[in-house]
């Protein structure tokens, strides 16, 4: 899985790759501990989580496809048990955007997919996004668009388990009270930008006419 994300992976896929599948799966198994999970539940999470953007390698859009076809050709090739592969991949289907209600462990991967968003350096990755999608679709975001899409994101997004709620929620709430306040910062600094060019372009149109006046004076 880390050859498949490391050198089958363009470059431009600064944050769907192999650091980011390995957070994910971190983060997965954490809330596999907090919930108490069988083995067989834990194992299909696991696999889930390992599979989730290996279509990345082949579609940025729809990439979930692309990942379940993935999962089903090397569960098929090592003979892995038919019901547990079903269950593997409708974890995988359950990472789509927007989030769909789902079983514990689809919900469990869901939470883990959107952890960095209850971090520290959520903005790190929140740039990461933004570059990469710049690079892949030609889709550019300017600082004011990127950073209300943040907000929207960070107010919509619900964790779906309690554990999810437990580990994520603090941070993300302080998260988005930080950002909420750069948005305000932002909006007064672009503000007074506006009003300063105003007074220097009326200090220019005043200087023009008493230029344009002295001019007619000495002619």
């Given at each position: 899985?880390?050859?498949?994300?490391?050198?089958?992976?363009?470059?431009?896929?600064?944050?769907?790759?192999?650091?980011?599948?390995?957070?994910?799966?971190?983060?997965?198994?954490?809330?596999?501990?907090?919930?108490?999970?069988?083995?067989?539940?834990?194992?299909?999470?696991?696999?889930?989580?390992?599979?989730?953007?290996?279509?990345?390698?082949?579609?940025?859009?729809?990439?979930?496809?692309?990942?379940?076809?993935?999962?089903?050709?090397?569960?098929?090739?090592?003979?892995y048990p038919a019901e547990?592969?079903?269950?593997?991949?409708?974890?995988?289907?359950?990472?789509?955007?927007?989030?769909?209600?789902?079983?514990?462990?689809?919900?469990?991967?869901?939470?883990?997919?959107?952890?960095?968003?209850?971090?520290?350096?959520?903005?790190?990755?929140?740039?990461?996004?933004?570059?990469?999608?710049?690079?892949?679709?030609?889709?550019?975001?300017?600082?004011?668009?990127?950073?209300?899409?943040?907000?929207?994101?960070?107010?919509?997004?619900?964790?779906?388990?309690?554990?999810?709620?437990?580990?994520?929620?603090?941070?993300?709430?302080?998260?988005?009270?930080?950002?909420?306040?750069k948005i305000k910062k932002?909006?007064?600094?672009?503000?007074?930008?506006?009003?300063?060019?105003?007074?220097?372009?009326?200090?220019?149109?005043?200087?023009?006419?008493?230029?344009?006046?002295?001019?007619?004076?000495?002619?």
């Open positions: 899985m880390q050859n498949l994300l490391t050198n089958e992976l363009s470059k431009e896929h600064i944050y769907h790759n192999w650091d980011h599948t390995n957070l994910v799966y971190d983060e997965a198994m954490s809330l596999a501990d907090a919930a108490a999970l069988n083995e067989e539940d834990r194992e299909i999470l696991s696999l889930a989580a390992l599979f989730h953007d290996t279509g990345f390698v082949h579609t940025y859009q729809n990439h979930e496809e692309g990942s379940k076809k993935i999962a089903a050709a090397y569960f098929s090739g090592i003979n547990k592969t079903t269950k593997v991949l409708n974890a995988i289907d359950a990472t789509k955007m927007p989030h769909l209600s789902t079983d514990k462990i689809g919900a469990l991967l869901q939470d883990a997919d959107l952890s960095n968003l209850g971090m520290d350096d959520w903005e790190k990755f929140s740039e990461l996004i933004r570059k990469e999608r710049a690079s892949l679709t030609g889709q550019q975001i300017t600082d004011e668009e990127w950073e209300n899409q943040n907000n929207i994101i960070l107010k919509d997004t619900v964790f779906q388990t309690r554990e999810g709620k437990l580990k994520y929620d603090e941070g993300k709430k302080k998260n988005r009270e930080e950002l909420k306040e932002d909006k007064k600094k672009g503000a007074s930008l506006i009003n300063s060019n105003r007074t220097a372009e009326m200090l220019f149109k005043t200087a023009l006419r008493n230029h344009i006046n002295l001019t007619q004076r000495c002619v």
